[in-house]
């Protein structure tokens, strides 16, 4: 399931960011025949808003957003999973209040015009809450998948832990 979805994702995400291009691409074409295509740059504008969420719930998954954790390294796993469900939380609530508020811009916004598209600007708005849900998505999956895999010492919600590897002490020492 996670798969198709990463491939779909990753297909979705391509073509966006192809279309992206061939927009700009577009109107600086025509704009230096003296015919600007005005409406490409704000369609283009709207797509990139849609890519970012689309990119960040994709690397929200894939455990792939950059993070410090130099302090909550030195806990035992255990206490770091600890600390990572409570930040979870609080981030679930973040996006939470996000949406709502997402939402309630998106119908304040039904009837404004995005530039010179003639698209209503919910267009634009209504990424932030469908793009925080889909963030909420992504992190409620990580945190159920580790939460069913707490017992095996290094399945994290945010981190991308693999067990310590195991180098024998022979080896280190031939290498010194």
Known sequence: MTRRLAQLELAIGAALLAIIVALVFSAAIMRFFGTPLIWSVDLAQLLFIWLCFLGATKAMREKAHIGIDLVVRLLGHRTRLA?????????LVFLGLLAVEGYKLTM????????DSGLSYAF??????????????????????????????????????????????ASVETEL
């Open 83 to 91: 600390v990572e469900i409570v930040v979870t939380a609080i981030v």
């Open 108 to 115: 304040l916004n039904r009837q404004r015009l995005f530039g």
């Open 124 to 169: 634009v708005t209504s990424a932030v809450p469908i793009g925080s849900l889909m963030l909420a998505g992504a992190l409620v999956f990580n945190l159920v998948g580790a939460w069913r895999r707490r017992r095996d010492g290094h399945t994290l919600v945010y981190s991308r832990s693999d067990p310590p590897a195991q180098v024998p002490l």
